[in-house]
């Protein structure tokens, strides 16, 4: 089974930066890295939402709302995942989830939470203003 392990959160004020790490096990070097990696954020009351991707080619896609303020990248060799969030505001408060998706799904939707088959257990991010 995969594992996949959140850490970095925690409580800074509006304008702060974090960075979120997501650490992957249960399967090869290789297979591991061939998993598109998204992060995924759920507010309270809220539905959970996409918030950014990474293939295993490195191709990044993002949700607006955090595009220019959010940067998600992959250590291929640590097999982990990262979220480089800057000039956080109150809004992004959540629940951050780190989700793998395998490579058969392909390219597409990989901003629906129902695309992707293994989950983290979260980690809270809150802002403060």
Request: glycine share 10%; aromatic share 12%.
């Amino acid at each position: 089974q995969v594992q996949l392990v959140e850490s970095g959160g925690g409580l800074v004020q509006a304008g702060g930066s974090l960075r979120l790490s997501c650490a992957t096990s249960g399967r090869t070097f290789r297979t591991l890295n061939s998993y598109t990696m998204g992060w995924f954020r759920q507010a309270p009351g809220k539905e959970r939402e996409f918030v950014a991707a990474v293939t295993w080619s490195t191709t990044t896609h993002y949700a607006d709302s955090v595009k220019g303020r959010f940067t998600i990248s992959r250590d291929n060799v640590k097999i982990t995942v990262y979220l480089q969030m800057n000039s956080l505001g109150p809004e992004d408060t959540a629940v951050y989830y780190c989700a793998a998706r395998l490579p058969e799904r392909g390219s597409s939707s990989f901003n629906d939470p129902a695309e992707y088959d293994y989950w983290g257990q979260g980690t809270q991010v809150t802002v403060s203003s």
